[in-house]
């Protein structure tokens, strides 16, 4: 059976200022995944707290939050078969350092913190996170 996923991308705040947003969405569209919705913007402390709460016991946190609302991002809804997945193996590993060659992360991130792109983790997850960024009429069908 087609299994058509939605995920949430996020586009961070160096990559957006480096002009590497549409090289990365157009890696993303070779996968055969759909753009259904993209938008820049401003995330406030709320959002980013929002978006990362299963975070906010970590070290990390207040650095993540700090950075995330720092300047503006692309956030962005890819929708089709196996989009978490196929989007997660092109971002690469988490930290930039460590991530395969010619992944997103690998190629345009920075450090652990500021890695260039976010992508959900699972389909309940890429759900819950679209629903923070994007009303239902902002997204067209995949
Ligand atoms: P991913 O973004 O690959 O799903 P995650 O969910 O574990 O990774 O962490 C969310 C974000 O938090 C990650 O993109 C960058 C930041 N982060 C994760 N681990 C970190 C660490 N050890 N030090 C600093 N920032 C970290
Ligand atoms: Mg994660």
Request: cysteine-free.
């Given at each position: 059976m087609l299994e058509i996923e939605r995920s949430l991308v996020l586009i961070k705040p160096d990559a957006v200022r480096n002009g590497q947003s549409d090289e990365?969405?157009?890696r993303l569209k070779k996968l055969g995944l759909k753009m259904a919705a993209r938008k820049t913007l401003r995330m406030d402390r709320a959002l980013a707290e929002k978006h990362y709460a299963v975070h906010k016991e970590k070290p990390f946190f207040k650095e993540l939050v700090e950075y995330m609302t720092s300047a503006?991002?692309?956030a962005a809804v890819f929708g089709?078969?196996?989009a978490v997945a196929k989007i997660r193996q092109a971002m690469g590993a988490t930290?930039?350092?460590k991530a395969e060659a010619g992944t997103i992360r690998a190629d345009f991130g920075l450090n652990v913190t500021r890695n260039a792109v976010h992508g959900s983790?699972?389909?309940e997850t890429?759900?819950?996170e679209i629903s923070l960024f994007f009303t239902g009429d902002e997204i067209a069908a995949t």
């Open positions: 990365i969405i157009s503006p991002i692309v089709g078969e196996k930290d930039p350092a983790d699972s389909v890429a759900e819950k």
